[in-house]
């Protein structure tokens, strides 16, 4: 199988590519985040983890550009987000959302082709290029059988592949994913994360992706970004800063930490509850 090309255009530099610089973000007059210093290590799978109304969610809106900083800075190489062409960031960005909705009727292959429209313009119309890519990100996410079929035909595991698929399709270095798990069963949320694991090793690809299991997340994350209550905690390699001391901080869950027998990753175990 071949594997859709990534472009890299980073400049030649040790600052990761996408950083944020003393944020605060908010909805309305509400203030969910402040104060957020984040870096994403390029070519890393990093996850952000946290309770819920922590800001998980909102922090990658703001890195994504979907939500404007109160206060703040969101870098992309090197330069302030928000003051980039909408076209520049969606060749180099790209956002799996965390409710995607379909429009009716679409195709798998239609819905996952609307990823090659950043490269797209007046003087450059669909190519023979656009649908090698096409087919190329249906494969790799393992959705070209499915070309023809509605999108609002599948499961919800072929749906979230599909949109995967999309997103690979736009060839972005760097890609966010807001709780790509929700709502689906365990074998489909493993089947998800593997391939988010092969798209960063494979290709190389910066994934940024919230999750809610922690175990998933230690499992799957080169670099683990850990936060509570609007604020970062801890960030670093999960095997490093991943402790019991931490998880009862931050969940109020006393547990202890083992190594995963599968992967040797660190497994967060609950403590039982005391019985009279």
């Known amino acids: 199988m ?26 309305d007059r509400r203030t ?10 390029d070519h890393s799978f990093t996850v952000v983890i946290g309770p819920n109304a922590c800001g998980k969610s909102t922090l990658l809106r703001a890195l994504a550009r979907v939500l404007r900083p109160t206060r703040g800075t969101v870098l992309l190489d090197g330069a302030d ?13 790209g956002l799996l959302p965390q409710s995607s909705v379909a429009p009716d009727g679409i195709t798998v292959a239609d819905l996952v082709a609307r990823g090659r429209h950043p490269h797209q313009g007046l003087l450059r119309q669909w190519s023979h290029e656009d649908e090698r890519i096409t087919e190329e990100s249906m494969a790799a996410t ?21 949109w995967i698929a999309m997103a690979l399709a736009q060839q972005t270095p760097l890609l966010l994913l807001d709780e790509p ?3 689906l069963d365990i074998s489909h949320q493993i089947e998800v994360l593997d391939l988010c694991d092969r798209l960063h090793r494979t290709q190389g690809r910066t994934l940024v992706a919230v999750l809610h299991d922690l175990n998933q997340a230690a499992r799957y994350a080169t670099h ?7 604020r970062v905690v801890a960030a670093g390699d999960p095997g490093e800063i991943l402790t019991a001391e931490l998880v009862e901080e931050v969940y109020r869950l006393p547990c202890r930490i083992i190594p995963d027998p599968e992967t040797g990753t660190p497994l967060v175990v609950p403590a039982a509850p005391k019985r009279d």
């Not at 969910?32 to 290590?41: K, S």
């Not at 393992?142 to 592949?161: I, N, T």
């Open 142 to 162: 393992g959705v070209a059988e499915l070309a023809d079929r509605p999108v609002d035909e599948l499961s919800g595991g072929q749906r979230q592949r599909v």
């Open 32 to 41: 969910v985040a402040e104060g957020l210093d984040v870096e994403i290590p």
């Open 2 to 27: 071949t594997l859709a090309a990534t472009p890299d255009t980073a400049p030649d530099t040790a600052t990761p590519r996408l950083t944020a610089r003393d944020l605060t973000l908010s909805y």
């Open 224 to 230: 683990l970004i850990v936060m509570r209550e609007g």
């Open 81 to 93: 987000l928000a003051r980039l062409p909408a076209r520049r960031v969606a060749r180099t960005l």
């Open 181 to 183: 798990t929700t709502y």
